[in-house]
C-alpha cells in the first residue's frame, strides 16, 4: 500500500513568513509524528497526536509552531514568522498506534532565506 | 545533554565483511531500542529493533546486540553490500511514543 507521504517536497520561504507542511499517514494508523532534522543531527521529537488529539507536544520549540490532525488522519504543520533556524528537514511518522512501528515520509525540506 | 549518542559520524567498510555500528544511551530506564537506515532524500526506514528482556535479535543478515550494564548496542551486519551504504540512526523508544535519535553513523560499503 501507499507510504506516508509529505507535501511540498521543498520550500524556500523569506525570513518572517508564514508556511505549512502537509502530512498524509499511511491509511489506518492511528498515531502520527512530526520530527525535525537538521544538518548533522538525528530526528528531534517535536509531536504525537492519537487521533485527532495532540497527545504529546513537549518537542515543539515554541509557540510559533503549531500542528492541527482535525479528522484523525491528514495533520498539517504550521510555522509563523519563520526564522532562518527553522530551516531543516522536517519528517512526518505513522504508526498502527502507540508503541507500534513508526514509518517515515520522505520529508518536507524548509529553507528559510 | 545527548541521551542517545553515536559516537563514529562514519564507518567504511569492504563488500562481503562485516559491518558493526555502535550506540551508547544514557538512561538506564530506556526499553526498547530501533535501529533506522536512511537514504539520501528519504525519510528513515526501520531496520531491526531490540527490547530490553534481550540481548540479541536478528533479522538475515542484520543483528543487533544489547548490553544493558554498558548501556551499549550495536547492529551487525554480514555480509555487507553496497547497498547497504547508507545513514543508520540508533533510536531509542521514550514514554512509548517519542523517538530519540542518535547523530547518526555513514556507513560505505566498497566492492
Known amino acids: 500500500g501507499a507510504g506516508v507521504s509529505q507535501t511540498p517536497s521543498n520550500k524556500v520561504t523569506e525570513k518572517g513568513k508564514y508556511v505549512e507542511l502537509r502530512c498524509d499517514p499511511i491509511?489506518?494508523?492511528?498515531?502520527l509524528y512530526w520530527y525535525r532534522q537538521s544538518l548533522g543531527q538525528g530526528p528531534e521529537f517535536l509531536i504525537y497526536f492519537q487521533g485527532t488529539g495532540a497527545a504529546d507536544d513537549s518537542g515543539l520549540p515554541n509557540d510559533r509552531f503549531f500542528a492541527v490532525r482535525p479528522e484523525g488522519s491528514v495533520s498539517t504543520l504550521k510555522i509563523q514568522r519563520t526564522e532562518r533556524g527553522d530551516s531543516a528537514v522536517y519528517l512526518c511518522a505513522s504508526s498502527r498506534d502507540r508503541e507500534e512501528t513508526q514509518y517515515f515520509g520522505p520529508g518536507t525540506r524548509l529553507l528559510v532565506l | 545533554d545527548q541521551q542517545v549518542k553515536q559516537n563514529s559520524p562514519s564507518l567504511s567498510v569492504q563488500e562481503g565483511r562485516i559491518s558493526i555500528l555502535n550506540c551508547d544511551y544514557t538512561?538506564?530506564?530506556?526499553?526498547?531500542f530501533l535501529w533506522y537506515k536512511k537514504y539520501p532524500a528519504e525519510g528513515p526506514t526501520f531496520l531491526i529493533s531490540?527490547?530490553?528482556?534481550?540481548d540479541k535479535n536478528e533479522d538475515g543478515r542484520f543483528t543487533v546486540f544489547l548490553n544493558k550494564s554498558a548501556k551499549h548496542l550495536s547492529l551487525h551486519i554480514v555480509p555487507s553490500q553496497p547497498g547497504d551504504s547508507a545513514v543508520y540512526f540508533c533510536?531509542?523508544?521514550?514514554?512509548?511514543?517519542?523517538?530519540?535519535f542518535g547523530t547518526g553513523t555513514r556507513l560505505q560499503v566498497f566492492p
Open positions: 531490540i527490547s530490553s528482556i534481550k
Open positions: 538512561n538506564s530506564m530506556f526499553d526498547y
Open positions: 533510536a531509542v523508544l521514550y514514554n512509548t511514543d517519542k523517538l530519540i
Open positions: 491509511s489506518g494508523h492511528t498515531a
